[in-house]
T-cell receptor, first 117, second 114 residues
Framework: DQQVKQNSPSLSVQEGRISILNCDYT??????FLWYKKYPAEGPTFLISISSIKDKNEDGRFTVFLNKSAKHLSLHIVPSQPGDSAVYFC????????????????FGKGTLLTVNP | DAMVIQNPRYQVTQFGKPVTLSCSQT?????MYWYQQKSSQAPKLLFHYYDKDFNNEADTPDNFQSRRPNTSFCFLDIRSPGLGDAAMYLC?????????????FGDGTRLSIL
């Protein structure tokens, strides 16, 4: 059973417009959420994160919004650039059982973003 | 630059022939993770080491083993690879205890089974 869901396998937007990538989760024990970006033939790279005590975190063109009651988060990219074209993974984390020493990520399947010039 | 390095980038092995994938890090992180990712699927955690403590996921097949001889290196051993084990294998590291809770990934090893 998938605990982190990215229901849109792909998204296509025009350069300069806003890209909105969505993510839903089912486990209320998740307390930290991350977005990773992955280019072909490379590993995922960390993009932005948000703690469950916040509802928004912004870093340049990237903003992540968290709606805990809906168990939903979204990543906004404004303005979108062709270099943003990649697979975006949503991931969620909770402190493990060993006194919080085992942080583990649960990933969604990813959304392929294509930004057209 | 500090980083996570996986070798080889591409590995081809025969059905049933043991194979080892390696991961090294210069970040001095205390946790190292191994993920399996199949096409269009989410990366799936196989196991991780917190320092020398090994933590296996409940659904990781016995066919998969891991070794961490020191802080910098971690190995993934597949004892008898089957066709279903063909996948991208990702190594990641993190520093648990202080600082940001992010994992840093290598570029992965693409494993093919003949």
């Amino acid at each position: 059973d998938q605990q982190v869901k990215q229901n849109s396998p792909s998204l296509s937007v025009q350069e300069g417009r806003i890209s909105i990538l969505n993510c839903d989760y089912t486990n209320s024990m998740f307390d930290y959420f991350l977005w990773y970006k992955k280019y072909p033939a490379e590993g995922p790279t960390f993009l932005i994160s948000i703690s469950s005590i916040k509802d928004k975190n912004e870093d340049g063109r990237f903003t992540v919004f968290l709606n805990k009651s809906a168990k939903h988060l979204s990543l906004h990219i404004v303005p979108s650039q062709p270099g943003d074209s990649a697979v975006y993974f949503c991931a969620a984390e909770m402190a493990g059982n060993s006194g919080g020493s085992n942080y583990k990520l649960t990933f969604g399947k990813g959304t392929l973003l294509t930004v057209n010039p | 630059d500090a980083m996570v390095i996986q070798n080889p980038r591409y590995q081809v092995t025969q059905f049933g022939k043991p194979v080892t994938l390696s991961c090294s890090q210069t970040l001095n992180h205390n946790v190292m993770y191994w993920y399996q990712q199949k096409s269009s699927q989410a990366p799936k955690l196989l196991f991780h080491y917190y320092d020398k403590d090994f933590n296996n996921e409940a659904d990781t097949p016995d066919n998969f083993q891991s070794r961490r001889p020191n802080t910098s290196f971690c190995f993934l051993d597949i004892r008898s690879p089957g066709l279903g084990d063909a996948a991208m294998y990702l190594c990641a590291t993190s520093r648990v205890g202080t600082g940001p809770r992010t994992q840093h990934f290598g570029d992965g090893t693409r494993l093919s089974i003949l």
